[in-house]
């Protein structure tokens, strides 16, 4: 164990003034060190198991940009960097626990226990990307930048309703957005609702550092986690880049929820390695120092310099590890390359439930449309 208390800051370089610290168990070099208010307790298999989550959502999402790469998807958002930050918050998660995510949470998607398949067919176009939220406890993607969080809050307000909170076994509710998605109406109208009546709710921000090429200067001039002061809960800056600092938090602030005790708001400081999505190059808005600088605390790095260190994995362990995560990432491959197209009116079915004589009318046009292309190579 290192000597010191809490970790200092590993906000990156530059003159800007001192950043506050941030809770941190496992420094960049993997070794580990105590925090006074947060721990974990894990035995060396379900440290090997986190390892394994990290490696295999990181290689899943290489391939899902690849395919993008290779004309297979429309579009794909990388959470390359940011793993730890969704590993150690999804497998905090209890099983009653709810999520709301973005459209980057491929890693607490994972971790929810759903397949990875299933956002790709929204990714590739060929239907709206469904999984049923109750079953999993995770609900769709959300692309409207911060509404999810109110859709979080209703719900987390309906769990205390149905009675659900209070308990060992209470429900809590996470809903995750960017550090971009901290300036719309809809984040602080949620913050405000969840702190007022008091919801489950944790408020879980990944602060990548950028909203597509908007710097985080440009979101706010106090760090994101002091705002929630403001609304009358707790906040807290975790490094996001520390899976077990990110899980102990997360761990923290659900449990808080589902006894009652309201929301927190949970900064987790990380940094987006890779583009927004596949349609941006991050090249003409930030420079290679600062990527460069944040590779060196690279989450998958540490925690295998820290099983390496305390000797709870080896090299045949990580070869395994990697065997499994290109297993996985092939199978997503061929899994993604048979994906039947859909007709092209099948979307006026998906309109409503019980359909209406308006759709109807649109389907007929659309169709008598198509005709006129029979025939002709598409
Ligand atoms: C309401 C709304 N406004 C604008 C956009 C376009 N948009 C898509 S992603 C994005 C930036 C989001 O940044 P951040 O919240 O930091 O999340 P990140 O993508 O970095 O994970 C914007 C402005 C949108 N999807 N929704
Ligand atoms: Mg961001």
Known sequence: ???????????????????????QLLTPEGDRVDHPEYTVDFTDEQYRDLYQDL????????????????????IWASLLGQEAAQVGSGRALRPQDMAFPTYREHGVL???????????????????GGWDPNEFKFNMYTIVIGAQTLHATGYAMGVTMDGKVGTDDGEAVIAYFGDGATSQGDVNEAFIWSSVFNAPMVFFCQNNQYAISEPLERQTRVPLY???AGFGFPGIRVDGNDVLATYAVTRSALDHARHGQGPTLIEAYTYRMGAHTTSDDPTRYRIASEVDAWQAKDPIKRLRAFLTKQKIADDTFFDEVDEKARLDA?????RVLSMPDPK??????????NGSPLVDEQRETFSRYLETFAGEAH
């Open 226 to 228: 002091q705002r929630a």
């Open 1 to 23: 164990m290192a000597k010191r208390k809490i970790a200092p800051s590993l906000a990156g370089g530059g003159d800007a003034a001192p950043e506050p610290e941030m809770v």
């Open 344 to 353: 092209p009116t099948e979307f006026f079915d998906h309109v409503y439930p």
């Open 330 to 334: 092939v199978d997503l491959r061929e």
């Open 110 to 128: 994972y971790c929810r226990g759903i397949d990875p398949i299933m956002p790709l067919s929204l990714f590739r176009g060929v239907d709206q």
């Open 55 to 74: 490696v295999v959502v990181r290689r899943l999402d290489a391939e899902s940009t690849a395919l993008q790469r290779q004309g297979e998807l429309g």
